[in-house]
Structures are given as C-alpha cells and as structure tokens.
C-alpha cells in the first residue's frame, strides 16, 4: 500500500498545492493534529476523497472539501483529506481504505468516478458511512444503507446561465463541455433551453456553439478551441468541466473582442472581469446538512439519506446564480429572483434529459453541435 505524505492544513482552509505521484493526506480542525503519516496518526473521523485534481481547485473539490472542513471546524471533530495517487479505481479504493485505517467514521467523495470503488467499499466496510457528491443510482445500481448519494438538478443552473445570458444581451454564445457525463449534459442542455426561453421572450435569434472536450483537464486542444469560438465572433462561453476552465479564461483574456466566460458549479468571479456569472450547486452547504444528518444519527445515516439517492436543486436552494458578484449590465436582481421563483415553486420545468444523442428542441437558438 502506497506510503502516505500528510500535509497539514490549518483551519483557516489555507489551501496548499500537494506533490503528485503517491497517495496524500490533509488534516483540518484537530487538536491532536500532529502531521503523522495517516497510516497510523488516527487523526481522522470524516474523510474527503478527492476527485481527479486537488482541493485548491477553485471548483468541485474544494468546496466540497470546505462543507467538510467547515462542519468539522464547527463540531470539533477531526477531519482529514485523502487524494488518490491516480485517476484509476485501485488507487481511489486504496485512498478510501488509506482514510478507514486512520479512523474515518464517514468517508465523503466527489465525482461520478468513484461509483465503482464505492460499491466494493460500501460492502467491505458496513460499519463506515458513504457520501458520494454526483453519484447516482444510475452510477451505482444498488447504494447500501451505509452509502448516501447527493445529486444535483444542474439542468436548473444551466437554464438561469442561458436566461440570464441572453437577457443581458448576448447572442453569441458558447458551451465547452469536459467529458459527456450526465451531470455535464444537463448543464448544458440547460443552457440551451435558457437561452433560448429568454431569446422567445426578446424576439431575438440566438447562435452557440456547443462542444464536449473529452477531458476534464486543461490542455492546449481545449485552448485553441475556444480562440476560434472567439475570433469567430463568440461573446460568451459557459465553461463546464473541471480544470478546463482554466484553458476557456486563458482565450477569453487572450481574445481581441474582450471574450467572456460563465464559470460553474461554484462562484468563480474572482477569476476576473471576464466572468459575467457561475451557475453554481450548494456543494459545502449540501455536505453540512448531509454530515448533521449523519453525527445526529449516531454516526449513521436516517432514512433520509440511507441508501438513497437525495436531488437537490432550486426548491431546496442548492442552485443558484451568485447574483452579488454577477457582472450583468440590464439583468437584475428582479428579473432574476422572478424565473428562479417560477424553478423553485415548480411553475418552470427545465428537462433534465442527459442523452448526448438527443438534444433539446429550439425555436430562436440555432445550435452549432461539434
């Protein structure tokens, strides 16, 4: 079993960059937080396994990580990081085995990836509990009464990114997806049908390009890519997909028509004035309510979350467009809480198909699939 390197992160969430190479570890709010290796340290009752990247990736892994640093930081209970030493089911195994040896009561995780690892795991160790963020009942058949699974309705977010969008007078407009999974089809598939309710209501016609990467990593195909979207006149581009992201602000900040970008699943204004919106998901808040469930229960799950797969979307206020950082110039905060009133009483239904093979019908968006 790999050897592992623990890193110690202070309860600030001061977030550092850890070497590849082997499996690694973090530690975060522990008295006895003493940076032994976390083989033997029992340092740890809640366990984060990363995804694919890091927990400073301004995305998915960390604020998921920050809803478990947080809770953890809250209730005094130890919590530590584990990432595995490679993008494979092994290596994910061996990080959530590296996390139970040291003591995890709970072992959270994000990403699709990790259903196969998951279904060994929630079998082998029946005494640990399983929160696994965008993983499915499509990913993993059957979650046992230990596994809890979070998914979102990113369809939803997707829809307030396109509306929002067009509202604001874009009309040439770009989706770069990572790899065609599920949760990325439907952000997209989202974006198109925003996009194209808010182009109805203008009287306007819409043209996108739509684009899957096949990678979740940034690389110099995705950069060029999206230099032609840009050159070729295109304002706006949602970037879905992990570190991917970074390669669409590297051509928006390269771009000659002052290019923007829609970052996702968390708040990315920061990145800079290119960054009109986020279409984002409650990943630290929906992890907290999960873990309370789980500490109140005895460090169980209740039967609102036991073997179960929870959806969260507007109605429980897990998606949202951060409308306080937003770099809008007519889209308001009134026409904004209006359509996601309409999400979050069910008036608006946004289709949450996620077939790559049949997309959404459009009246004033021509679609530009490549």
Request: aromatic share 10%; charged share 20%.
């Amino acid at each position: 079993m790999k050897k592992l390197i623990a890193l110690v992160l202070a309860a600030t969430m001061a977030f550092s960059m850890v070497a590849c190479g082997g499996n690694t570890s973090g530690t975060t709010n522990s008295a006895t937080s003493n940076g032994a290796n976390a083989q033997t340290s029992g340092n740890t009752e809640i366990a984060f396994i990363t995804d694919v990247g890091n927990i400073d990736d301004h995305s998915f892994n960390q604020y998921s990580y920050e809803g478990v640093s947080s809770f953890a930081t809250a209730n005094n209970i130890k919590a530590n990081y584990f990432r595995p030493a490679d993008d494979t089911d092994a290596d994910r195994m061996d990080a959530i085995e590296q996390a139970i040896q040291d003591g995890a009561k709970v072992v959270v995780m994000a990403g699709y990836l990790f259903a196969p690892s998951l279904e060994q795991a929630q079998a082998k160790y029946p005494d640990v509990q399983f929160l696994a963020l965008d993983v499915s009942t499509g990913d993993l058949a059957e979650p046992a009464s230990n596994t809890a699974l979070i998914t979102y309705r990113e369809e939803q977010a997707g829809y307030l990114a396109g509306y929002a969008a067009v509202e604001d007078g874009y009309t040439k407009l770009g989706f770069l997806g990572g790899v065609a999974v599920p949760a990325v089809i439907r952000y997209g598939y989202g974006f198109v049908q925003g996009a194209n309710e808010a182009a109805k209501e203008l009287g306007v016609q819409v043209d996108m390009k739509y684009w899957y990467s096949g990678s979740f990593e940034a690389n110099d195909e995705i950069k060029a890519k999206m230099d032609s979207w840009y050159s070729a006149g295109t304002e706006v581009v949602f970037a879905c997909g992990g570190a991917i992201y970074s390669s669409a602000i590297s051509a928006a900040e390269a771009s000659a028509n002052g290019g923007k970008i829609i970052g996702v699943d968390v708040d990315q204004s920061a990145d800079g004035e290119m960054v009109i919106t986020s279409a984002t998901k409650a990943l630290a808040h929906s992890v907290e309510l999960a873990l309370q469930d789980c500490v109140d229960n005895g460090w169980k799950w209740s039967e609102a979350y036991a073997g179960k797969e929870t959806v969260l979307g507007a109605a429980e206020d897990c998606v949202a467009l951060p409308m306080e950082t937003s770099k809008f110039t007519t889209f308001n905060a009134e026409k904004y809480a209006a359509i996601y009133n309409q999400l979050k009483d069910g008036v608006l239904v946004v289709d949450n198909s996620s077939n790559p093979d049949v997309h959404p019908e459009t009246t004033n968006v021509t679609v530009d699939w490549q």
